[in-house]
């Protein structure tokens, strides 16, 4: 049997990058990376990975030079710290400890260092955006369609293509036109639009220096802070060797999750949209406020839980199968795993042609549920951030800041944050579930 397949991932962001790094490093597969923009490139500014994703990178060998790029937090495990902002006399309320603590990084780092480590078998096609693709029933061949109008054919599919996925599209279309109750179809279809979180979040980087000029008397900012109150919240971070500071300011507009969101989704915006915000909030969230420039503000849009990520020689990854809310800061790191699940079964000695299908339906076992787990989890930790969640024993949320409510949040939250400790050896189990398929 044909152990040597060709690979074609549509998306060359975080997750796709990591596949092609992956394959390369344990395979020799010919790969070719489609990408929609005229480069490989990134946008956001910070981004925080976790104990999780380090395991991943140790296993790849990666890790001692990964590091080099990040901010560490001054404590091994300390790696959030929690303050309630929302008036004058703002104050720590408690941190977040975990394993390895969180690193902080410029996303444009992570993309360069994977653009790095790409192996020579991987071939990059940028300005091919992927329209849909189909797959020939005889031989089982793909054929990738390009708004372009060209097309490739290919073994397998990865759709890598993010929270508005082309590969998303027309595999749920094809799976629900083979499904003939309309509820069901109607669910499926369903799947294919990202929802409205109901969140807005406003990003960028603000230099240190100015920071600094501005307010003297702050600390100089060394780890991840969420400074929380009613309806808002701003999460910082250091980046860049601690020259930049990641600020993301989230308003939440509670009870739309779902409605339609009029407009454009990324835009910048003028300050003076999030300035009058944070008026007598803590001078702390206020500083980082009042120095913020033409920030990007993004309507937050999640996936409804997926039922597949596979079907057949496709398969769907990181956002493209499990877009979330970014508020463990979890989106990258879990495409990661799953790049790194994916990219170990396609390259496995028990992998071929003829069952790559099953290495896939095996990734999806060994993927979906927990991934899943983290975008519902995504969303109900944000609702301790706004203080929206109702308190134990009620209905309602009459949030006034009285101490049994505050120690209420305080204790679910740092509840909420347990599953960032767990050990990312996540190749483990699908590697079994692999065999095990095999002994039978
Ligand atoms: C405000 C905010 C803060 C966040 N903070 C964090 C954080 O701290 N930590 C964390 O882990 N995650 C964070 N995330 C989530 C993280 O950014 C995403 O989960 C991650 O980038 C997903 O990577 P991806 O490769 O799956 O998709 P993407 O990064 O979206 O990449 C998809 C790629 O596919 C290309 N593409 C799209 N359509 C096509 C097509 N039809 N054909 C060809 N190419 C196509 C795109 O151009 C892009 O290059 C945050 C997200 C937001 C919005």
Redesign the pocket.
């Known amino acids: 049997m044909n152990s040597t397949f060709r690979v074609s991932i549509?998306?060359?962001?975080?997750?796709?990058?990591?596949l092609a790094v992956v394959i390369g490093k344990y395979g020799t597969h010919p790969v070719d990376i489609?990408?929609?923009?005229p480069t490989?490139?990134?946008?956001?500014?910070?981004?925080?990975?976790?104990g999780r994703?380090m395991d991943v990178m140790e296993d790849l060998g990666l890790y001692d030079e990964f590091i080099k790029l990040a901010v560490k937090p001054p404590q091994e495990n300390t790696s959030s710290t929690f303050r309630k902002s929302d008036q004058r006399d703002g104050y720590h309320w408690f941190s977040v400890h975990l394993k390895h603590g969180q690193l902080?990084l410029h996303?444009k780092d992570v993309v360069d260092f994977l653009l790095q480590y790409l192996p020579a078998s991987c071939k990059i096609h940028t300005s091919?955006?992927?329209?849909s693709y189909e797959v020939d029933s005889e031989t089982g061949k793909i054929t990738l369609h390009?708004?372009d109008g060209d097309s490739s054919v290919t073994d397998v599919l990865v759709g890598?293509?993010?929270?508005?996925?082309?590969?998303r599209g027309t595999m749920y279309k094809k799976l629900a036109s083979s499904i003939e109750d309309d509820e069901s179809r109607k669910k499926l279809l369903k799947c294919i639009d990202p929802v409205w979180t109901g969140m807005l979040?406003y990003?960028n980087l603000v230099p240190i220096e100015k920071l600094l000029k501005a307010y003297p008397d702050l600390e100089t900012p060394i780890n991840v802070t969420l400074h929380m109150g009613k309806d808002k919240h701003i999460?910082t971070?250091p980046v860049s060797k601690g020259k930049l500071i990641?600020v993301?300011i989230?308003h939440h507009n509670c009870g739309t999750f779902g409605s339609p969101f009029e407009g454009r989704w990324v835009t910048d915006v003028p300050e003076e949209e999030v300035l009058h915000l944070f008026e007598g909030w803590d001078i702390r969230a206020e500083a980082l406020v009042k120095c913020v420039e033409k920030p990007s503000r993004?309507a937050?849009h999640s996936l409804r839980p997926l039922p597949h990520y596979v079907d057949g020689a496709v398969a769907l990854?990181?956002?493209?199968?499990h877009?979330?809310?970014?508020h463990?800061?979890?989106?990258?790191?879990?495409?990661?795993e799953?790049?790194y699940v994916l990219g170990r079964l396609l390259t496995h000695e028990l992998t071929h042609l003829g069952n790559v299908a099953d290495a896939l339906k095996t990734y999806e076992e060994a993927r979906l549920a927990f991934a899943n787990s983290v975008v519902q989890r995504s969303h109900d930790v944000a609702r301790y951030y706004s203080f929206s969640v109702p308190p134990e024993g009620s209905e309602t949320v009459p949030f006034d800041g009285a101490p049994e409510e505050l120690d209420y949040m305080r204790k679910a939250m740092v509840d909420a944050w347990e599953w960032q400790s767990e050990p990312g050896r996540v190749w483990d189990n699908a590697e079994q579930l692999w065999r095990a398929k095999h002994s039978t």
């Open positions: 549509c998306g060359g962001g975080i997750g796709g990058l990591m489609f990408e929609a923009g490989i490139t990134t946008f956001g500014a910070g981004i925080g990975l976790f994703t902080m996303r091919k955006k992927i329209n390009f708004s890598a293509d993010g929270i508005h996925s082309a590969t979040a990003r999460v971070f990641n993301v989230f993004w937050l990854l990181g956002d493209a199968a877009a979330m809310e970014p463990f800061g979890a989106g990258a790191g879990q495409a990661m799953d790049a």
